[in-house]
Structures are given as structure tokens and as C-alpha cells.
């Protein structure tokens, strides 16, 4: 059995709300925190754990707090990103829905530790009931004296407030969510300065993940080295893998850092196989902006070895055999996935979503969308091929944002490892591994015209 | 139009909206603005016309144009006339891996519309739209604030007869119920 650490009451009726969450050793940390710790230890503490964030970037939480910048009488923001729209990931819903006491009480351990007094959870619209749980939540909080002033007559005020976004995936982006939050359109900012120096309203902030600050929740509870005790490596603590796709068992999981990716792939415990028995084509491990890697080196490193769940496993190889942890967003297809086509979702989607400052990304995205649409349309030609390689080549590191990045990886790896399979499709006008896929073909293009 | 429409939050829009505001610090108000938008976009009708973001700029003080201008960059919010539910269809890779198109053209034939359309008796609009973060319980459709999982044709079949039976409008609104199982 895994260990389960965020998600150990995850099932237990009720645990939603403030009483049943407290009488399962909710706020525990905060008490501690609060009675005992000052934030200089907390922050410490965070340090020792190795936690690193969540929301796909892998940045060390401890180091990233200490950067926060003090000048006296200016306020500090902790602000959570709940934007959560990376395509496969879908963790954060599942923690705020289920318990959204451990997200607010690593925000007020979070807000504490930093010297906010006022605290945002940013969410994207869409999750819209969400941030109504998270709301009646915060409220029970508030009545309770875990919100407000003097919070266990600890002296210390915080006020915490939910804020919705409106559908745009750039404002998970933390400058882009900042620029949203000050009620403007989400465009990235140019950095630096970074957050922890002007954030929000100029202010120095610290912008992190759902799940990163619920997991400062048991690092306050157990200790920073008993967290690090969990994982492997640098990859310390556990994770929460949204997995989807093709596979018997989709849903949330909470991975200790370092579970085998087959393991994790066929064990009942998570993904539960292969959906109707069929084998395994292809996985994007961390969200739709990390590399796809066809079976055999999802499965194993270029070098043999077992590849693990981890930020350096994922990462080994770089992108010629390897890919990256990201968000966790585990999204599994079957051989008889088109992989052109599931390119084509991504490609589409980068372009909806691209924000229109940069012209590499603006234009890019839009240019890598025409040609996929082309080549599944059966007018691609092989030359197509190496233009969608060049247009992405020369979007990563000239734009403002990752959103770039995340753009043009995965068009370059389903071309380096699935080249084979561009050309095929153009040759023939269509996916010819099934029939299934040859009616699906057809329904796509009607959708198109 | 001859004469300017003037659009005004109700009392009940107006209390909310005041307490949004003063989630604040002093001068920073404009951080309301997303949140009333949805307000008002909620308020009139489904969508945000000039004049409903007029009203909104209004209360905030703030120029229309800082209104319009981030109206238009956020895919939630409707700049047409919209139908009184709007069907939202992920269209991404782990709903399209789940038959995501197959849902799109069976509600295509079911409501006689295409996408982006709307029915001609304003009852329903499709629309297909990104990642919603339900990737695990794909296909998905979003109506309102509510997520509809696990689509099936049947199921997506109930659903619009339900809709269509009810005859209600459907938006984000506070009084949605919360049901999570
Ligand atoms: C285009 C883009 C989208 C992003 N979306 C999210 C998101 O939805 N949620 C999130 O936590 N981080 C997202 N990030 C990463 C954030 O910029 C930032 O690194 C993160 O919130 C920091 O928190 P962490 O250190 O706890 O991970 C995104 C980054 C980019 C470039
Ligand atoms: S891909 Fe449809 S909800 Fe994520």
C-alpha cells in the first residue's frame, strides 16, 4: 500500500465540513503552528520537507518562500492557484471538493509563516461549485475563529478570499494569474522582478499550487524531515496523479514519489490496466504541455532502467528518451489511439488558449493548429512534417511565458517519436490502425467542416 | 436604438456585488471586475451586452473600456446572446480519447443545430470548449455551474429532456445547489 498523506480521509463521510474535518485531526497543524512555531520555523520546516511545487514547474517551495521579499509596512499576498486547466489534471477539484478545510488551513499555516494578512484563492470559473464548498467552507472557518482576527488568540488576523477566474488557461500562469486578480486581462507578466518581489498590487506575493499548500498542512504536523523521509531521491513526499484515458480505473491517486510508472499503469491499486484489454500505445505523464513517450520508454529509460513516478525518473534522458512529472496529469491511450489526432486536440487547445502578446506563440500555435487540421483533413504532404518541427523549434525561449514552451513540446515529441505515423496518416489520408478509429476519422471531419 | 439602454443591478446583485468589493484593499476595487461581470453576465440574461458591462463599469468606477476589454479575453463570458442553457462540450484529449465528438454530433442531431448555434427557440446553445478538468470522468459536458460525467448518448439524451422539461435558464449563480456525492 502507498502511503496516503493528503488523501488518508478522503473517503470519510462528512470530511468536507469543519467538524467531522477537526474530529479527524483537522487544524491540529495550525494549533501547533500557532502555539508553538514561529514562522521563521515554519518556513524551516517547509525547507527540510524537499516539497516542491506542485502546480508542474517542480520549484522548491522552502527556497521559493525564502526569496519573499521584506520591506517594512508593505503587505505580503499568499495567493493559491486554483486555476487548474493543464489538460489531464484534475487533482486540485478533487482535494477542494472532498476537503477543503486542508487547502484553507495550509493557507492560514502558508499566510502565517509569510506574513500575509490577506490571502486569495484564485479558481478558475469553471470550477464555479467549487469555489462555492471552498466558500461555505471558509465561512465555517470564520465562525470558528480559524479565520478573521486574533485567530486562536494568537494575535495573528488573516482574511481569506475566494476569487473566480472566467475560463482562460493562461491565468494559471502566476503573472498572468496576478494580472487577472487585479481584474485585467491575463496576460503574462515580463519577469522580473518575480513575485516574491512585486506581485500582486506591486506587493511582494508568493503564488503556489492547491496541492503544495495543503501538503505544508502534514509538514507542519509531522515535521519537515518526516516527509522526507517519503519518496525517492529529490522527489520527496507523495503526489497526486490525476490519471485519465484509456484505462480501467481513472481517477485521483495519491502516489508516493517513486511508484514504478508500470506498476502505477496495471496495479488494481491505481490505474487497473488497460481499458477492454487492449495494449498500452503511449502515455503524457504530467499534462498535455510534457513530452509523450511511447510504451517502451515510458515504461523503461533509454538506459534499461524501471522508469519511476518521479520529477528525475520522468526527467531522465531528457526529451530525446524522457519527459517531465509536470502537474501529474497521467493521460494513458490504447494501441489503437491516433496520435495525430490526439496531437491535434493539444495543438488546437494551445492555440484557444495562447494569450496573443508574443508573436512566435500567437502565431505559432495557430500555424501548428492549420497543419495538423490539414494532414487530418488527408491534404498533408510530407513536407508538413518537418514544418510543423520548425515552426516549434522556434517557439520555446521567445516568449514571455512557458505557455510557449508547453505549446511546442508535445508537437515535437509526438513528431520524434510517432514520425512514423505523421507520414503513414498522410500517405493514406487517415488513421489506418482500426475501423473504429477510420468512423471516428470521418466524424471529426464532419465537426471540422 | 435611439435612446441608450441603461442597465442597473437589482438591490439583491448590488449587496453582493458591494461585498465583493471589499475583499479589496483600499483602491485596488478593479479586482472586483471578473467577479461582477459573472454577476451581471447571470443578472441579464446569460451574456454581457454593452450595456450590461456599462452597468458594471459604472460600479466600479472604472472606464467602460477596462470593462470590455476584459469581457473579450475570457472564454466564459458570452459577448452574443446566448440560449437559456448553454452546453458545453470538452472537447480536449482525454474526452476525445472517451468519444467526446461522438456526444457533439449526437447533441448536433438531437437539438438540429450545429456548434456554436443556438436553437431557434433560445432553449439550448453548443457549444464545444477546453479541458474542464474531468479528464477522469470523461466525456464531460458543463451546463450552468453543474458538471454532467460519464456521458453517455442515454444520459446526454436524459439530460437535454430534463432541461428542455424544466424550461429554466441556467448560469452561475449563487443559489446553484452544491451536490457532490
Ligand atoms: C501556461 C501555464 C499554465 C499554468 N497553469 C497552472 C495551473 O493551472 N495551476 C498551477 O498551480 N500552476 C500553473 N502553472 C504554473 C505557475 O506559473 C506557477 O509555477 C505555480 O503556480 C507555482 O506554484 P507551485 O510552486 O506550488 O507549483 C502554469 C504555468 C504556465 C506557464
Ligand atoms: S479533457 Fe475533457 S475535462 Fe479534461
Redesign the pocket.
Known sequence: MGKKILLANDHIEGIRFLDTYRKHGGYASLEKALKSMTPEQIVEEVKTSGL????????P?GM?WSFLAKPEGVPRYVVC??????PG?FK?RYLMERIPHLLIEGMILSSYALGAKTSYIYI?GEYFYVARILEQAIDEAYAAGLLGKNILNSGFDLDLYVQIGAGA??C???TA?LESLEGKRGN?RIKPPFPAIAGLYGCPTV???????AAVVPIVNEGGAAYAAIGVGNSKGTKLISASGHINKPGVYEIELGVPVEEFIYSDEYCGGIRNGKKLKAVVAGGSSVPILPTELILNTAAGEPRLMSYESLGDGGFATGTMLG?GGFIVMDEDTSIVKNLYTFARFYHH?SCGQCSPCREGTGWMEKILHKILHGHGTLADVDLLWDIQSKIEGKTI???GE?AAWPVAAAIRHFRKEFEDFIRNGEHVNDVKHYYRLNNLTALIN | MSEKTILKFSDETAAIATKIVARYPEGRHKSALIPLLHLAQAEFDGWLSVPAMDCVAEFLSIQPIEAYEVASFYSMFNLKPVGKCTLEVCRTSSCWLSGAEDIVRHLEKKLGIKEGQTTADGMFTLKTVECLGSCGTAPMLQCGGDYYENLTLEKTDKLVDSLRAEGKARVYTNDNPVNID
Do not use: Q
Open positions: 516542491r511545487g506542485r502546480g508542474g514547474a517542480g520549484f517551495t521559493k492557484n486554483a486555476d487548474e486547466s493543464e489534471t486540485d478558475r488557461y493562461i494559471g500562469e502566476e494569474l503574462p503564488v503556489n499550487n492547491v496541492e503544495t499548500i502537474s488558449e511565458c512557458p505557455l508547453a
